[in-house]
């Protein structure tokens, strides 16, 4: 990996010789500092000034779309988008088009669709050339250099210089070959899995970056997967089935529940897993809460509930599910065989556990589908949200509950999702120790 270091202040030089080249912005610095010998790019987002080049300059200017005549030295034309991408084939001809040594494109990536146009521009275009996604949907673009096909990639010393770059010192560490996995979902603000998994990678040696992929659809995530040769992507809100039509083989557990929060990459072949449910009977063995025979009521109808039933049932529960949404609850009623209760109507005195699957207290607010005001001391709960003291735990601990805890089951789904991906386990009390963090 060919790395520039993008300087945002002078003091950042002595940092930046541990890059393979140099950026000086001048609407950044003002002027060009001692760049030690480094191979440096001038970059001109105000006009090109030749008075502000030292003397014997023998670098590389980038003067944006300005075109230069009869300058000794290489040259660089660059467009940036800073509100979307276009196609594939736009970028390409527009940067093959270009009359400077090296092309370069900057736009922002909002979705997996700009993601596979920024790939396809990279194969179409044939001139030297640097092609990059803003935000962090692009991130991955500037550590996929070698697959880009571009010249250089970007790096910041002190502070981003652009949105989406990455810290020259990370950049250095994981290089070209680094393994990338990451989470799409939407929204994704409160996700503890990047912090959970970077801990993962710090703790087994492994050399690698855990991305967040926020986007508002799924369109063409299976193309960048593939093409990023991304390993594995966690799944969550709200695509956990909906993500199913992009995969090409699932597991049993994943193909059982109809939901999947865990994509490995196995040489091109996606196959979706689903390790919410190792998550789930891991927070009810962490509080000694044996499921058999009990009575379980699932709040909710999405994937997490899917998992929950499964879990449950193969443990040797009985399942009742109610939920706000009465089309998705009917039909998960009727797809495993389980009693479904109206919205509000259901009886907590006919129930052991109750467990809440939707996204009350993290993402979204509202009345429960169950009257939480009638639990009792003999009640387990389980919350799967985590990080936040919710309605539910508030009424389950006043009541003297037995509670499992959302992060049980985050922690342990994170660390089934780890050792597919890498094949090393055990990352389970290191991943909770990230979320009592």
């Not at 000694?288 to 009575?295: E, S, T």
């Not at 001391?377 to 003297?400: C, F, N, P, W």
């Not at 991906?421 to 009592?436: C, K, L, N, Q, Y």
Request: charged fraction near 25%; charge should be negative; proline fraction near 3%.
């Amino acid at each position: 990996m060919k790395i520039c270091a993008s300087l945002g202040r002078p003091s950042d030089m002595q940092e930046a010789l541990g890059a393979d080249m140099v950026e000086v912005r001048t609407d950044i610095l003002g002027s060009v500092p001692d760049t030690k010998g480094m191979e440096t790019v001038v970059t001109f987002r105000d006009g090109f000034d030749a008075s502000l080049l030292p003397e014997g300059f023998s670098g590389i200017i980038d003067a944006g779309t300005e075109k230069l005549h009869d300058v000794p030295f290489r040259t660089i034309c660059s467009v940036h988008d800073y509100d979307k991408t276009p196609s594939g084939q736009t970028i390409s001809r527009t940067l093959n088009a270009m009359s400077s040594d090296i092309s370069k494109g900057a736009y922002m990536v909002r979705n997996f669709e700009d993601l596979a146009h920024l790939l396809e521009a990279s194969r179409d275009t044939k001139k030297e050339h640097v092609i990059l996604g803003m935000g962090a949907l692009g991130t991955v673009t500037r550590i996929r250099q070698r697959i880009m096909g571009n010249s250089f990639t970007f790096a910041y010393v002190s502070e981003p210089t652009a949105p989406g770059q990455l810290s020259l010192r990370e950049m250095r560490k994981l290089g070209d070959e680094c393994m990338i996995t990451g989470i799409v979902g939407d929204p994704l603000e409160h996700s503890r899995s990047p912090a959970m998994h970077a801990a993962a990678y710090a703790a087994s040696g492994v050399n690698g970056k855990y991305l967040i992929f926020r986007s508002p659809s799924l369109a063409r995530i299976e193309d960048c997967i593939r093409g990023y040769d991304v390993r594995g992507i966690n799944v969550t809100i709200p695509y956990k089935e909906s993500i199913l039509g992009h995969l090409d083989v699932l597991d049993a557990d994943a193909e059982k529940a109809g939901a999947v929060n865990t994509i490995v990459n196995e040489s091109g072949r996606l196959k979706g897993y689903n390790t919410d449910i190792h998550g789930i009977e891991a927070a009810f063995k962490n509080i000694k809460c044996q499921m058999k025979g009990k009575r379980v009521l699932v709040m909710g109808s999405g994937g997490a509930a899917r998992a929950c039933i499964i879990a449950s049932m193969r443990n040797g529960a009985e399942v009742s599910i109610t939920g706000r949404n009465s089309l998705t609850v009917s039909r998960l009623s009727s797809e495993f065989g389980i009693e479904s209760i109206g919205n509000g109507l259901a009886d907590l005195s006919k129930h052991d556990i109750l467990v809440n699957s939707t996204p009350i207290g993290m993402y979204g607010e509202g009345d429960y589908p169950a009257d939480i005001r009638a639990l009792r001391g003999e009640h387990t709960v389980l919350d799967m949200v985590y990080g936040a003291e919710t309605e539910l735990i508030r009424e389950a601990t006043s009541k003297g509950c037995r509670i499992a805890r959302g992060e049980d089951m985050l922690a342990m789904q994170g660390a089934r999702a780890f050792e597919l991906w890498t094949g090393i386990s055990g990352m389970f009390d290191v991943m909770m120790a990230e979320i009592r963090s």
